[in-house]
């Protein structure tokens, strides 16, 4: 996945850090006030630092992927000059 990734978005060189969790037969399960957490937390971020995946909002890889390609909406739109609008890229497939 990191070589597809890399080679998708042209980047070479090694990984400073990279983190691989799997949780076998298991979805995430959400407490009561999950979704004030997460907002915390992503008001809580860095510029530049935006938070994706299903564990914060929704379980299935549909939700993943809303959750990736709002990502990249967010991270967009910080690195956008003022006025302008950036789009994600269209996916390869």
Same mark, same amino acid.
């Given at each position: 996945? &990191? /070589?597809?990734?890399?080679?998708? *978005?042209?980047?070479? =060189?090694? $990984? ?25 937390? &992503? /008001?809580?971020?860095?510029?530049? *630092?935006?938070?994706? =995946?299903? $564990? ?8 993943a992927i809303r959750s ?15 006025g302008s609008q ?8």
């Amino acid at each position: 996945a &990191e /070589r597809e990734l890399a080679g998708f *978005l042209g980047i070479r =060189g090694e $990984s400073v850090l990279r983190r691989l969790h799997r949780w076998a037969d298991a979805y995430p399960q959400y407490d009561l006030g999950h979704l004030e957490r997460v907002a915390r937390l &992503e /008001r809580a971020c860095p510029p530049g *630092l935006v938070l994706a =995946g299903h $564990s914060y909002r929704g379980i299935g890889i549909s939700d993943a992927i809303r959750s990736g390609r709002e990502a990249v909406r967010r991270a967009l739109a910080e690195v956008a000059p003022p006025g302008s609008q950036l789009t994600p890229p269209r996916p390869p497939c």
